[in-house]
């Protein structure tokens, strides 16, 4: 009984990474590529080794709420984990958020932030939540153009200093409904001190945030989201009272356990109109690009360290007289993985790329139509596939993959999040249907994939050049025909959602493969494409029998 197992292990995560390496080479001009090469092999270090093996010994802490102390004063403390405090400083110092701000690289500032998040986030245990909201704050502040707000939180928002950064909340789910936030109750009344915040929220992630944006509705206003207008709330006030707030309880969830998820009653908050007193949900809409771009990049880096453990696993692991990297069926099943990973990364990589023309002014009118459908997209796309990818992982593993203690099961039950959080996959679909109605999107995004499959010459990667071709004219055609009947529109929206963003994976992973070829960085890429296209692109059914349906659903 002398045997024990090896554990996978991690390296540094950028030198690691010959995928990033290779997107960032094409995608950075190389002075500025050289130039962070430095910095982004410090978070690959980190995030492989230091942070790592930190979020291994710290895996049994979770946020601890005291509600009262001992002389029966209530406090509604939360107590966040080791780890966490750690990683807001980290967060500071990095420039996680601020690097955007800076915009020291112009519109590719995105690509740099993302790019080290990408490297370090996947041991944090998800402090990519409350980095999100934050950067989806510190966006709507400026595009909203509140000036007196903008000097107030902008500085600390996207502050390098750890006992001056803030984070943000985003509180929209009530118990009346959280995708349609339109149904909030919540209500704002006028008070001599300013607007006064009354009701529930019942999922406000980041709790412990030293500001949110949340919706209410002011007095005397109608119904739905034109009634609600979006407002600034400090959760604390100088002595560091909580603003008229209480912490009801933290929700017992089934994965992002590090991140402090509340029930809180809003009492007489005091809160700041950000822009007029209706029109909240349309003034949301920057806040969500920002923070769905995050979730797709938080799809992306679950993976890539998924598929990371999975691979040095694969080389420890003997069975049956040999390592698993030498069975075919088990190296198959890793390779249909990486493709679909390497797929997912360039889209949400894509998102990110239009994210920073958006911001920068730098966008052509096309890209401003395609990003409203990139977004979504990239959003519902890398979603299911993280869940879907984390899912075989961890039966790679085995039984190992099952026990809690290899802190495996930990990235499987995060990653669900992710088709959640900010829009399930059908409310993404219709999202992605409603940018479709903006005159020139669907023109725009076919050309973004024609364009991209233009540049694809190697006679290996003409079968994925023409499935793509083959799932775009599929999909004119269905939406189309389906737009003369509403409810066979919704029906499957879905699975046109999905085939736009997994052909739209394609035709980048191919473009991508091409260039790979054609500068040194050799046929892997290619094969991913390659294997891509067998793992299914075109997902639309021309026939939906909706009587089925409704006896089924």
């Not at 009701?199 to 949110?212: E, L, P, R, V, Y």
């Amino acid at each position: 009984m002398s045997f024990f197992q090896a554990p996978p292990v991690l390296g540094n995560q950028y030198d690691d990474d010959a995928f990033l390496q290779g997107y960032l080479a094409r995608t950075l001009p190389e002075d500025m590529r050289r130039s962070l090469q430095d910095e982004f092999r410090e978070l690959g270090e980190l995030g492989g080794k230091y942070f790592y093996e930190f979020q291994q010994r710290d895996r049994l802490n979770e946020p601890v709420l005291t509600q009262w102390d001992p002389w029966g004063k209530r406090i509604d403390h939360i107590e966040v984990t080791p780890l966490w405090k750690e990683a807001e400083a980290l967060t500071a110092r990095k420039g996680l958020v601020a690097v955007a701000y800076e915009q020291k690289h112009g519109a590719l500032s995105r690509v740099h932030q993302f790019a080290l998040n990408y490297l370090v986030q996947p041991s944090l245990d998800v402090y990519s939540c409350p980095l999100a909201m934050t950067d989806g704050a510190a966006r709507s502040l400026l595009s909203l153009g509140n000036q007196a707000l903008i000097d107030h939180a902008l500085p600390r928002l996207t502050s390098r200093d750890p006992a001056t950064f803030w984070t943000s909340g985003q509180w929209m789910t009530e118990r009346t409904g959280g995708s349609d936030v339109g149904l909030t109750l919540t209500e704002a009344r006028q008070s001599p001190e300013g607007w006064r915040l009354h009701g529930t929220k019942w999922f406000t992630s980041a709790t412990t945030a030293q500001m949110a944006l949340t919706l209410a509705r002011p007095t005397g206003n109608g119904p739905g989201g034109k009634g609600l207008a979006l407002f600034f709330v400090e959760t604390r006030d100088a002595q560091g009272r909580l603003n008229n707030i209480q912490i009801n309880r933290l929700k017992d969830k089934f994965g992002t356990r590090k991140v402090p998820t509340a029930e809180l009653t809003l009492d007489g908050t005091l809160a700041v109109p950000v822009a007029g007193l209706t029109d909240g949900i349309r003034n949301m809409a920057m806040m969500l690009n920002v923070t769905r771009t995050w979730n797709a990049m938080g799809a992306t880096w679950a993976m890539r360290r998924a598929m990371a453990l999975a691979h040095d696993y694969a080389k420890r692991r003997v069975q049956f007289g040999a390592p698993l990297s030498e069975k075919p069926l088990h190296v198959d099943t890793l390779a249909g993985l990486e493709a679909e990973f390497q797929a997912g990364f360039l889209l949400a990589f894509r998102g990110v790329e239009l994210l920073g023309k958006l911001e920068t002014r730098t966008a052509t009118e096309q890209e401003q139509l395609l990003q409203r459908l990139v977004t979504p997209l990239a959003k519902l796309t890398t979603g299911r596939q993280v869940v879907h990818i984390t899912s075989e992982v961890t039966e790679s593993f085995g039984g190992a993959g099952y026990v809690e203690d290899t802190g495996l099961p930990r990235i499987q039950a995060d990653a669900q999040v992710l088709s959640i959080w900010e829009g399930t996959t059908n409310v993404l679909s219709l999202d992605s249907l409603r940018a479709l109605a903006k005159e020139g999107t669907l023109e725009a995004f076919f050309h973004e994939v024609e364009g991209r499959l233009s540049k694809v010459t190697d006679a290996g990667l003409r079968p994925c050049v023409q499935t793509a071709h083959d799932a775009l004219e599929h999909a004119r055609a269905w939406v189309s025909g389906a737009m003369a009947n509403p409810t066979t529109m919704e029906a499957g929206a879905r699975r046109f959602s999905l085939t736009l963003g997994r052909t739209l994976e394609l035709a980048l992973l191919s473009e991508h493969a091409q260039w790979c070829l054609e500068h040194g960085h050799g046929p892997r890429s290619r094969a991913a494409a390659r294997r891509f296209r067998q793992n299914g692109v075109d997902l639309i059914q021309d026939e939906i029998d909706l009587d089925d349906s409704r006896l089924l659903g």
